[in-house]
């Protein structure tokens, strides 16, 4: 299982048999770095949530008019991006098949903002291997302790370091990609690196920094 990671949120998981990406939001083609042509042929594309930052509508429609593949998400995701003409099919909980490949739909809450709503957040588990967060600590992705690949914000406004490492060691996963950093400078998300990366290595967890656009982890 090959998984790259492009900015931010976004990833793209290939199974070998299929190619899911994950969360394309703004921050990974604002600054011209990742482009939507850039993600070759996909068998679907997944939002957690309906921020721009994890999906973007110009984005998500480009890639959807060069691959044809499917737009996955929750019913408050369809319903926001059907105002930018997005058909989102609705997942619900439960594990769902993108031909050869599982993939396992959580609700997850959002981690708390400074916002009249909190948007509904579904984080999903491939191949019961690979687990993307979205925007949620939710104790509820306690059950998937030892994944493979957990990947986790590590910076947000609703975020402390001890939280996410915290969340981390309770997970105890075999390595981590963080997310969630797009909009810093690379300066700071070196300093944020150099602080996770000795916890999360003492705990005997893998961290894959993928801090490239197309860095890439295989398991």
């Known amino acids: 299982m090959r998984?790259?990671?492009?900015?931010?949120s976004c990833l793209l998981v290939d199974t070998g048999a299929a190619r899911l990406l994950i969360d394309?939001?703004?921050?990974?083609f604002v600054e011209g770095r990742v482009t939507p042509e850039d993600f070759?042929?996909?068998d679907a594309i997944a939002?957690?949530?309906?921020?721009?930052d994890h999906a973007d509508p110009d984005a998500l429609s480009a890639i959807i008019r060069r691959t044809g593949a499917p737009l996955l998400g929750?019913?408050?995701?369809a319903e926001r991006l059907a105002a930018y003409?997005?058909?989102?099919?609705?997942?619900?909980?439960?594990?769902h098949r993108i031909g050869a490949m599982t993939v396992d739909a959580i609700r997850a809450d959002h981690e708390p903002v400074l916002a009249d709503e909190t948007p509904a957040n579904t984080a999903y588990l491939i191949?019961?291997?690979v687990l993307h967060c979205g925007d949620s600590l939710h104790p509820v992705l306690f059950a998937h302790r030892g994944v493979d690949l957990?990947?986790?914000?590590?910076?947000?406004?609703y975020l402390t370091e001890r939280l996410v490492a915290g969340f981390i060691a309770q997970l105890n996963p075999v390595a981590v990609v963080p997310l969630h950093h797009g909009y810093a400078k690379e300066f700071f998300i070196t300093q944020r690196y150099d602080t996770y990366r000795p916890y999360v290595e003492q705990l005997g967890v893998t961290w894959h920094g993928l801090r490239e656009p197309g860095d890439t982890a295989l398991l």
């Open 3 to 8: 998984v790259t990671k492009y900015l931010h």
């Open 24 to 28: 394309p939001g703004r921050f990974t």
């Open 40 to 42: 070759g042929e996909l």
């Open 47 to 52: 939002v957690t949530h309906h921020h721009p």
């Open 74 to 77: 929750d019913r408050q995701s």
């Open 85 to 95: 003409g997005l058909t989102v099919t609705v997942v619900e909980p439960g594990p």
């Open 127 to 129: 191949d019961g291997r």
């Open 150 to 157: 957990l990947a986790v914000p590590v910076m947000g406004p």
